[in-house]
């Protein structure tokens, strides 16, 4: 590729920097400081690395690009712009942050194709890009053969300060350097200032010193301002770096160009103001109204759909030659990249009866993960080091190491935070694969972030959740997730189940692989449950069902979650002895049971029914949409406590004889 003169290089680098600096100023809202400052660095990656095809965001083997400093997201549309994508336009530019526009406030993969994962909190999208590149590199060591590569790109990922302080960025790049990820580049945009300041008030480590002892590649760009040999030759390097992930220290000045504001907080967050603009325009020789961009600049960055159409084309090539030699796998690779499931892949879910022995729902779940697994190539997952505890290996494969990446055990560490935002990575690299990542309930809260960036950036992530209450007993209260369920349903676009049995478990992880729009997380017990009558895993999708009933309508409705069902059944049959009507609804999940019509809703829980017991072992906050105004419920509303689990139950009201009591004084 021709490399452009200086002069139209630096004609292109100001255009990115005024676009960005006239849509935050128009907006009167945004962050122009970083697309000032990482231009030049962002101008090398996509002008002389980066592949892609503008007018195919979605085509499969081209490079990723993440702005894990995502509050300077102009930098992104303006590139997005440039090189012809679709997707933003100018007037898109001029709508940046307003109601209705594809350039947001911060990137939204959703929102804006050409962008891969929503970035925000910062840290998450370096973290994404964890995913992304172990993506790349499990498909590649999977479908790739000797003589026909059709899983060939890069993970690029620029990152601020904020990003390297946040701790998330530190679990998932400590384990990018363990699993040698050699196709992931960073670029750090060093420029020493953040909201509150120059970085020397808070933050004065070596970050490049950090990253070598992770095991990544490092390498030192002095002069990010205006030296594009030293950032061209330092990505070449990297690239030929293959056994590690690199990490590229590009030093730079926050608000390059502006006379009076640069490297200063004040350019971080705010607009620069119209006289600070046109002294940035007359510095940097910028003759040129709001919003244009010189011709040269615009067909130079043009190029890019060009060279998009011909990589994308060449590629073609190469999977119409792999199709006729490898035609089997090229099947499993080509239903995958279009989100298609395999035929029969829920054909081996187990299904119980009451005559089977009762076991933990988590053990219910071990089975029924590897009862998916071979005939669902695309699960991988792991747990955030407590594998035998969550028991989520896949006895079908081995583990996802440095030279072992066609495997789908993942290995996380205990990095719960990091391992969530891997996930959402992974299940965002398009391809199909289906992650699942695990740990005790409670430490949900470690990973929400990335639990709510799952749902707001439609990851079809499975979380499992194993130890999901009081029950788990002699840990005590630091262990014992009380508040956590409740807190997980507020959570919007995210599916919370909570499976009573080994038929629920099986429901539960049809209606997860299922959802790919949407994460689901799933609640498993750490004791003993029986195996309900009523049970079955296709009403899990209704997410509440007829657990047990009476004849005529019922005088009480009895509703439980997950272990504590089994408990409203031997209340009820008693109460039945005793001549009361009584109706039992088992309710795994809240937000299936809500899409359900009306007719379906009325059905299993009739409104005219008013007399109710909700029993579920966590806080009751939330179930006053079903309690209702002369309900009650047995619930947990205080922090657990040390003991055996069936103690902490018992001494927390978890009994058929409490229940039963409960159930009468609400009837009176």
Known sequence: MAVATQSLQELCINSIRFLAIDAVEKAKSGHPGLPMGAAPMAFVLW????????????????????????????????????TGYDSVGLDDIKQFRQWGARTPGHPENFETPGVEVTTGPLGQGIANAVGLAMAEAHLAARFNKPDAAIVD???????????????????????????????????????????????????????????????????????????LDSIEKAIAEAKSVTDKPSFIKVTTTIGYGSPNKANTAGVHGAALGGEEIEATRKNLGWNHDPFEVPEDALAHFRKAVDRGAEAEQAW???????????????????????????QGWDADLPSFTPEDKGIATRKHSEATLNALAPNLPEL???????????????????????????????????????????CNGIALHNSGLIPYCATFLV?????????????????????????????????????????????????????????????ETSGAYKVAVQNRKRPTLIAFTRQNVPNLAASTADKVAKGAYIAA?????????????????????????????????????????????EEQDDAYRESVLPKAVTKRLVVEAATRFGWERYIGAEGDMVSVDTFGASAPGGTVMEKFGFTVDNVLAKAKAVLR
């Not at 439980?560 to 309710?587: D, F, Q, Y």
Request: charged content about 20%.
């Open 47 to 82: 002008d002389r690395f980066m592949r892609f095809n503008p007018k195919n965001p979605q085509w499969f083997n081209r490079d990723r690009f993440v702005l894990s400093a995502g509050h300077g997201c102009m930098l992104q549309y303006a590139l997005l712009y440039l």
């Open 153 to 227: 790109h890069y993970t690029y990922a620029i990152l601020g300060d904020g990003c390297n302080m946040e701790g998330v960025s530190g679990e998932a790049c400590s384990l990018a350097g363990h699993l040698g990820l050699g196709k992931l580049i960073a670029l750090y945009d060093d420029n020493h200032i953040s909201i509150d300041g120059s970085t020397d008030i808070s933050f004065t480590e070596d970050v490049a010193k950090r990253f070598e002892a992770y095991g990544w590649h490092v390498i030192h760009v002095e002069n990010g301002n205006t030296d």
């Open 380 to 422: 991988v997952g792991g747990s955030a080091d407590l594998t035998h505890s969550n028991l989520t290996e896949l006895k079908c494969s081995g583990s996802f190491q440095k030279g072992t990446y066609e495997n789908r055990n993942l290995r996380f560490g205990v990095r719960e935070h990091g391992m969530g935002s891997i």
């Open 316 to 342: 073609n090539a190469s999977l119409d030659t792999y199709r006729s030699k490898y035609p089997e796998e090229a099947a499993t690779f080509e239903r995958m990249l279009k989100g298609e499931l395999p």
């Open 443 to 503: 430490f949900a809260d470690y990973m929400r972030a990335a639990i709510r960036l799952s749902a707001l950036s439609e990851a079809g992530v499975i979380y499992v959740m194993t130890h999901d209450s009081i029950a788990l007993g002699e840990d005590g209260p630091t262990h014992q997730p009380v508040e956590t369920i409740a807190s997980l349903r507020a959570i919007p676009n995210l599916v919370v189940i909570r499976p009573a049995d080994g038929n």
């Open 549 to 593: 009933d009476c004849e005529g309508t019922p005088e009480m409705l009895l509703i439980g979650t997950g272990s504590e069902v089994s408990l409203c059944l031997e209340a009820a049959e008693k109460l039945t002895a005793e001549g009361k009507k009584v109706r039992v609804i088992s309710m795994p999940s809240w937000e299936l049971f």
